[in-house]
C-alpha cells in the first residue's frame, strides 16, 4: 500500500466498448487470431511453444505505514533489517530513458515516520527479501529448470525490467533477481518512472478525475452499514479512540506486518483476523466505486495497455529482432494487483498478499499457429473472464482486457476531465 494512493478505490468490471474502441480492438485481434484457428477444437498442450511470459508482483513484507496508536506498541528493531547473503544481487536504476534515477518522494514520506524499535514505515524485512528470493526461484524453477525457456544467466534481450520507484520494491527486485538468476549477481538494470507519471499504482495525484471520484470516500466508508459497526467494536476492544482516523486499511497494514514477522500482536487483532481482512477489502471497493468503469479503467488501464501491447508485439510478425523481451517483470503493489484482478475477472476478495504474483503467459500452438494465454495468480492457474477455459485463446484474452486498458492518450484525456470541470466552476 502507499501513503495517499489508497486514499480512495473501489474496483469491478463493468462496461461495454464504444463502436470505435470496437473496431481499433479488431484490427488489434486479427493480429492475435490466425486464420483456420478453430476455439471448440481440444488443443494439445504439447503442441504448445511458451513465447512470452509478464509477471506482476507485490513487494516482500515490510514494516507498517503508520504505527496503531497504542499504548502498548510492536518493537520493529533494526535488525529485522538484515539482508540475507544469498539475495545479494548488484543493480542500478535508470529512468524509462536510461537516465538518472528520479526522485522518490514516497521514500522521503517513510522516512518522517520512525516506528517503536527504530526502523521507518515502510521498510523491507528480512522476511519480505527471503519472500522475494522464494518467487525468484520459483521462476527461476518454472522457466529455467522445467522448462529451458530463459537463460541460467541474465540477459538483457531476454528480460525486461520495471519497479516503482520505491526502495522496498527496489529492494524486492533485486531478491527476486537473486533467486532467478543463481549463477550470477549482477549488475542488471532496473527502470522506473517519475512518481508524477508512474502508472504501476493507481495514480491519483497525476489523475485528477480519479482523485475527484474517490475524493472523501474512504472516511465514508467507515460510515456503511456493517463496516461502521465493526470498526466501532474492533476499536473499542483495543482501547482506540473512535476519532483518531484509524480504519481497517490502517488496521490490515498492522496487523499483516505483524503476522508475517511472527511479533507479539494485539489480541483483538488476531482474534478478529478474519473480519479485519474483509472490511479492509470491502473498504478498498467502496472506495473505488465498483459500479464505475472508468474509475478502473483511469486505476489500471495505462498498466494494462503496457502489458496489451507487450502481447501484440510478440505476436506481431513485423516486430524487428530485439523489441521484444522473453520476461517482463514488473514490481508493483497491493493497490496494483487488486484493480488488475477484477478487470481480468479472477479477484478472490482476499487481500493480495506480501510477494503476491500474477503471471501471464503466451503461448503459440506450433501446428495451427493460434496463439494462447495462460494466467496464473500466487502459482495457481486461473479462468479470466470470457475464456472458455484455463487455456485462453488469445483474442478473447485481449477482449476482456480492452474493456479497461487506456492509451497514455486516452488516459490523459480521461484523467483531465474533472480538472477542466473544476476551472468551469470556478474551483
Known sequence: MIPG???????APVGVLTSL???????????????GSDDRSPVDPRLLELKMVQVVFRHGARSPLKPLPQEEQVEWKPQLLEVPPQTQFDYTVTNLAGGLK??????????????????????????????????????????VEDVPFLSPTFHPLEVFIRSSNIYRNLESTRCLLAGLFQRQKGPIVIHT??????????????????QERTRGRRQAACLQPGISEDLKKVKEEM?????????????????????????????????????????????????????????????????????????????????????????????AHDVTLMPLLLALGIF??????????????????????????????????QVPRGCPDRLCPLDKFLNTMSVYT???????????QAQTMGRGNGE
Open 102 to 143: 528520479p526522485h522518490s518522494p514516497f521514500d522521503a514520506q517513510y522516512r518522517e515516520t520512525t516506528l517503536k524499535g527504530g526502523v521507518f514505515a515502510g521498510q523491507l524485512t528480512q522476511v519480505g527479501m527471503q519472500q522475494m528470493f522464494a518467487l525468484g526461484e520459483r521462476l527461476r524453477k518454472s522457466y
Open 193 to 210: 518512472d517519475e512518481a508524477s507519471s508512474e502508472v504501476l499504482y493507481p495514480n491519483y495525484q497525476n489523475c485528477w478525475n480519479l
Open 406 to 416: 487506456l492509451s497514455p492518450e486516452k488516459y490523459r484525456t480521461l484523467c483531465s
Open 348 to 381: 478472490d476478495h482476499k487481500w493480495p498478499p506480501f510477494a503476491g504474483d500474477l503471471t501471464m503467459e503466451l503461448h503459440q500452438h506450433q501446428e495451427s499457429g493460434a496463439w494462447f494465454v495462460r494466467l496464473y495468480y500466487q502459482g495457481k492457474e
Open 21 to 35: 474502441a470496437y473496431c481499433l480492438h479488431q484490427r488489434r485481434v486479427a493480429l492475435a487470431e490466425p486464420r
Open 239 to 331: 482501547g482506540i479512540a473512535g476519532s483518531n482516523g484509524v480504519d481497517f486499511l490502517i488496521l490490515l497494514d498492522n496487523m499483516a506486518a505483524e503476522q508475517e514477522h511472527g511479533l507479539p500482536s494485539c489480541p483483538t487483532l488476531k482474534r478478529f483476523a478474519r473480519m479485519i481482512e474483509q472490511r479492509a477489502v470491502d473498504t478498498a471497493l467502496y472506495v473505488l466505486q465498483g459500479e464505475d468503469r472508468e474509475s478502473l479503467q483511469m486505476a489500471v488501464g495505462p498498466f494494462l495497455h503496457i502489458l496489451e501491447s507487450n502481447l501484440l508485439s510478440a505476436v506481431d510478425p513485423a516486430t524487428l529482432p530485439g523489441k521484444t523481451r522473453k520476461l517482463y517483470l514488473y514490481a
Open 5 to 11: 494512493v489508497f486514499r480512495v478505490r473501489v474496483w
